[in-house]
């Protein structure tokens, strides 16, 4: 034990009681704050920190279980005992489960049973505080820039990241939809020294040839019909900074020489123009497919292969860093809780385990859809096993709920007429799931609103 002062808030309404303890504990190296009761001891804590709170529990104005409970909603953390009669074991149940430690029994036995009871429950305390730390500590470092992920794979690519980030090295980011390429890429330009100059991104896949042209390396006015007026190409843009060129394998064969050259030589020229510009960008490239394999069908060139697969990141899919899913679940409900402005706490254990068990073929994506959709459908505060969507149940092997046995139509053939029951079933129970909320129902119905309540009145569903 260090020598240092314990600070100690002393609070309860009988006068001659204070003064016992407090001349015990002041012989023992505290220093010791008074109060005469909760309301005025909550104050001083609120002013002032405290090692340790000692607390009787009938006062008037406030008495101790609500002052534990304040010092509780307040996140006042200090050690607390309580003082008690050795009649009143109810009171003392009560105040262990809002954050006492230990209870002083009236009348005091000894100076050395109080002590010793006091340094217990300091060091309960000490633990306890040591273990918010830690629990903060883990937290930030399952985390680098937004990426949360414990998994071992995944470290390794930070760590890699962190290596290679103020290199100019140019990246291949390959990996499954969703697994968050596009993540690793922001995460190494904001870590390299370009992280001022721009970040610009350049989906391959989404545009047409032409267009994608333009936009790459830019043009002169009236380089095409449409070209009213010269413009910037993206690696221009992006000069001084990062270039990322997203679904590279979508890239146009036709482009394929021209950003082979570009890459080459660090240099553009813009469409109707005759001299060429220098550029300096480092280049990220992403893809969903496998490279090496569309070389091989010849859909990408080598050359171009080879020049941007300098240092290839191959980023695991989700069902392959299972572990990763209670962190991103947390991590996906805090970001849902602000933005949709809701109280979500957790998910309960089956449906983690369900989670636990789906492929998750659209990877962190999909994971954050379903979270997203399961908090904005959820009445409660715990996220249970029924917001789950239909095909994640099925997938593995839950029974879903059937809308029941009318849907085995005996002697009823038309799609049409069936059709209609089955919706007015469906619709039933969306309004029985959501408590009548025709928003949300809709919303589980994946169909607009007015088409609900159309539906509603033509089907005379109450
Ligand atoms: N480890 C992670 N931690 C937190 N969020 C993640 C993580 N991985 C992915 N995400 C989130 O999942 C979504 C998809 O990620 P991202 O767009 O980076 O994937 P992608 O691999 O580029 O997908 P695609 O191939 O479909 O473009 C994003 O909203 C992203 O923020
Ligand atoms: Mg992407």
């Known amino acids: 034990m260090s020598d240092k002062k314990q600070r100690v808030l002393l609070v309860d309404d009988d006068a001659a009681i204070r003064e016992i303890l407090s001349a015990i504990l002041s012989r023992h190296n505290y220093d010791v704050d008074q109060a005469e009761n909760g309301r005025d001891g909550l104050r001083m804590a609120e002013n002032r920190v405290y090692d340790h709170i000692i607390t009787d529990i009938a006062m008037p104005v406030m008495g101790g279980l609500t002052f534990l409970e304040q010092l509780r909603d307040k996140e006042i953390h200090a050690a607390t005992t309580v003082i008690s009669a050795h009649t009143d074991m109810e009171n003392v149940r009560r105040a262990f489960k809002l954050g006492a430690s230990d209870f002083i029994a009236k009348p005091f036995q000894s100076d050395d049973a109080v002590l010793l009871t006091l340094k217990k429950v300091e060091e309960k305390a000490r633990l306890a505080k040591e273990n918010r730390l830690l629990r903060r500590e883990v937290g930030d470092s399952y985390k680098f820039a937004n990426i949360v992920s414990k998994s071992g794979k995944m470290q390794a690519i930070f760590n890699i990241i962190s290596k290679i980030a103020d290199y100019k090295t140019t990246i291949l980011v390959s990996g499954e939809s969703g697994t968050g390429k596009e993540l690793i890429a922001k995460a190494i330009h904001y870590n390299s020294v370009r992280k001022n100059k721009p970040l610009i991104d350049v989906n391959c896949g989404g545009i047409p040839d032409t267009l994608l042209e333009s936009e790459l390396f830019g043009h002169v006015k009236g380089a095409f019909t449409d070209a009213y007026r010269a413009k910037k190409g993206l690696f221009e843009e992006a000069d001084g900074g990062t270039l990322f060129l997203d679904e590279m394998g979508e890239l146009p064969l036709a482009l394929q020489v021209k950003m082979l050259r570009a890459l080459q030589e660090e240099e553009i020229r813009p469409l109707g123009e005759s001299k060429s510009v220098k550029v300096d960008v480092r280049i990220i490239a992403a893809t969903s497919k496998n490279l090496r394999e569309e070389v091989n069908k010849k859909n990408f060139r080598e050359d171009l292969f080879y020049r941007i697969n300098v240092l290839n990141i191959e980023v ?3 069902r392959d860093r299972r572990e990763d899913i209670p962190l991103l679940v947390s991590h996906f409900i ?129």
């Open 334 to 462: 805090e970001k849902y809780n602000k933005r949709l402005g809701l109280d979500i706490e957790k998910v309960n254990s089956e449906y983690l385990q369900c989670m636990m068990d789906y492929s998750w073929p659209g990877n962190v994506r999909e994971l954050e859809n379903v979270i997203e959709r399961s908090m904005a459908l959820s009445e409660q505060k715990i996220l249970e096993l029924e917001l789950l969507p239909p095909e994640l149940l099925r997938d593995t092997g839950r029974p879903v709920d059937r809308p029941n046995n009318e849907l085995f139509f005996q002697d009823e053939i038309s799609i049409k007429k069936n059709s209609k029951k089955l919706e007015k079933i469906l619709i039933t129970k969306a309004l029985t799931q959501t408590k009548g909320n025709k928003t949300r129902a809709a919303l589980l119905l994946e169909i607009s609103l007015p088409a609900l309540l159309y539906k509603i009145k033509e089907y005379q569903v109450n």
């Open 316 to 318: 695991p899919p989700l």
